[in-house]
């Protein structure tokens, strides 16, 4: 057996896994080479039957704990301690029945179909401002729904006949499959392909619904967007979806909301980011500025010698949480200082003095710097005057 390939390698897992995540395994890797769905490929049915094997081993605790012990020696003829004496696929008949059931249809075991049946879930959209997402809105969605058609109450049939039990099925809305397999005779239950799984035939369909059962018609469905919403998250109205069958609920109505950007503001969570120009006059002398928040105007005392760039925190000021709009996250403001282009001769003479100035005090500050320094120098030094 020395040509056999790993059986952990065979199904994609490591030695660690769980059963749910083996049986996942599985799933993908037999699904992908089933002999249904590669007809004449005799390389993908030798790999089928590999991860089968490799399944029925490693889904045993038993023959897990021998596979790990002495690997696939544990299968041969008197091969290491307590082997197999070969591999057996006499058990997997309801290894089988039970991860191809829900993969293709069915298994060895009868599920009944025709039972209530909830409706399918409707998807739509709906688009609102940056400020709505922030505060919540109402809005109304115009949509084509299925109800129970008033003529034949849902039956499908015109009035006075009432729909037939489906020969095909008897009734059951599924019908068995008995075949060949690679493990001997497998049953594969499907859905009865006369009655669509309803074991009912509608031999005289109903004018009305042409023997759906259902009619559309456009509704008016009011959605409630709650504060804090964002781009991308989605609105469940419970049962405003398809009707359901044999007597199930509707479905939901799934609607995601799609929200308009903003010239100013950024969001990330619940958080908002945006900047403030401010004058050269208010960063340097300080004092009030108005700030622009989602809430409105907010006044900001800054102080003197705010540089630009200067980043402020402003508590609460940002969007209301889920869970409670009372509940917000912050508002952080970049402050940018804006230097004037265009200057009137009275204000550049202004400018002037004050650059005169602080030049003057910056070069007094230096020459009293250099002298000290200079006399210091030469006296730790010991530098003689020429």
């Known amino acids: 057996m020395a040509d056999k390939r790993d059986y952990y390698e065979v199904l994609g897992v490591t030695k660690g896994v769980t059963d749910a995540e083996l049986k996942k395994a599985y799933r993908k ?69 039970d991860i191809f059931g829900d993969m293709f249809g069915g298994g060895s075991r009868h599920r009944q179909s025709n039972g209530p049946i909830k409706g399918a879930n409707i998807k739509t959209t709906v688009r609102v401002s940056f400020e709505e997402a922030v505060f919540g809105t109402q809005e109304e969605l115009e949509l084509p729904l299925k109800d129970e058609c008033d003529v034949c109450k849902g039956s499908g049939s015109q009035p006075g006949h009432q729909p037939e039990t489906c020969s095909k099925c008897a009734g059951k809305g599924q019908v068995v499959f008995t075949q060949q397999s690679l493990f001997g005779m497998a049953r594969t239950v499907q859905t009865c392909p006369d009655c669509g799984g309803s074991g009912k035939i509608v031999k005289y369909k109903c004018s009305n ?31 405003k979806g398809e009707p359901g069958t044999n007597g199930g609920g509707r479905g939901d109505l799934l609607v995601t909301v799609l929200v308009d950007r903003h010239p ?123």
């Open 29 to 97: 890797v037999a699904k992908k080479y089933h002999p249904d769905t590669n007809p004449g490929d005799a390389e993908a049915e030798e790999k089928f039957k590999e991860a089968a094997e490799a399944y029925a081993v490693l889904s045993d605790p038993e023959k897990r704990s021998k596979y790990d012990q002495f690997g696939h020696a544990a299968f041969e003829q008197g091969g290491g301690p307590g082997g197999f004496g070969g591999f057996d696929f006499a058990d997997m008949g309801d290894i089988f029945g």
């Open 209 to 239: 619904c042409a023997g759906t059962g259902f009619v559309k018609s456009k509704k008016k469905i009011q959605v409630a967007v709650p504060a804090g919403i964002d781009n991308g998250q989605s609105i469940r109205i419970r049962e």
């Open 264 to 386: 100013t503001f950024q969001r990330q969570e619940y958080d908002l980011y945006s900047s403030e120009p401010i004058s050269f006059t208010q960063a340097a002398l300080g004092g009030k500025v108005t700030i622009t928040t989602i809430d409105g105007p907010y006044e900001l005392d800054i102080k003197p010698g705010t540089q630009t760039d200067t980043k402020v925190k402003l508590k609460g000021k940002g969007v209301p949480t889920l869970r409670n709009k009372t509940v917000r996250g912050d508002h952080y403001v970049t402050l940018v200082v804006q230097v004037p282009d265009k200057l009137t001769e009275e204000q550049k003479s202004i400018l002037n003095q004050y650059a005169n100035t602080t030049t003057v005090n910056a070069r007094s500050s230096t020459d009293s710097a250099g002298k000290f320094s200079f006399g210091d120098h030469k006296k730790k030094k010991g530098f003689k005057k020429l």
